[in-house]
């Protein structure tokens, strides 16, 4: 998380992996925040949220979900310590995420250099024009090996419950769904 991350781009997700469940009724995800510090963060529109975890403590992460912003295009996709920070959670995640103008983010890292990627419809020509590297193209997600992006906003929910259907099938992806009164 960052300053002005957009908050369906990171609650929307959080959400999602939160309520999913097995046969059991057992939650199926062990899902947190993470940010630089642990200073509140100010969303985009100014909800204030308080991040569970910094990028300093040791946590073991399977899915790494990067939501977007207006932080994310203007400030974030400079900075060294999170792009490090990317890079290296990369190494050891089963699948690493971007929602929205997250993908600026990982076009930086390197991660996605000669794979397919969306992003919000409102920087398909920007993702074109400053990483040409990128097959871009305008879907609610593309998955491109273990990196998948997702374009604006809601479709990080799109992508979430592809998410889950990819890991535990279609059943417990439209139960969640269901949960959520979300059409799928």
């Known amino acids: 998380m960052f300053n002005e991350v957009e908050v369906l781009d990171f609650a929307g997700p959080f959400e999602v992996f939160s309520i999913a469940e097995g046969a059991d009724s057992g939650k199926l995800f ?30 073991a992460i ?19 310590e999170l792009l490090n920070w990317i890079i290296e959670k ?16 990982l076009t930086e890292t390197g991660l996605l250099d000669n794979k397919e990627a969306t ?5 398909l020509d920007r993702l074109r024009r400053d990483y040409p590297l990128i097959k871009v193209v305008n879907q609610k997600f593309v998955e ?18 592809h998410i889950i259907k990819k890991i535990f099938g279609i059943d417990i992806c439209i139960n969640t769904a269901k949960r959520m009164n979300y059409d799928i």
């Open 62 to 80: 399977d899915i790494l979900i990067v939501p977007g912003g207006y932080g994310a295009e203007t400030i974030e996709f400079k900075n060294k």
């Open 144 to 161: 491109s090996g273990k990196i998948i992006t997702s374009g604006g906003i809601s479709a990080g929910i799109n992508m979430s419950l």
């Open 119 to 123: 992003t919000h419809w409102m920087d």
């Open 90 to 105: 990369d190494e050891k995640t089963v699948i690493t995420a971007s929602v929205c103008t997250r993908a600026v983010i």
């Open 30 to 59: 062990n899902v947190f925040t993470i940010a630089e510090t642990r200073e509140n963060i100010s969303t985009r529109n100014g909800l204030q949220v308080i991040p569970r975890f910094t990028f300093d403590d040791d946590v």
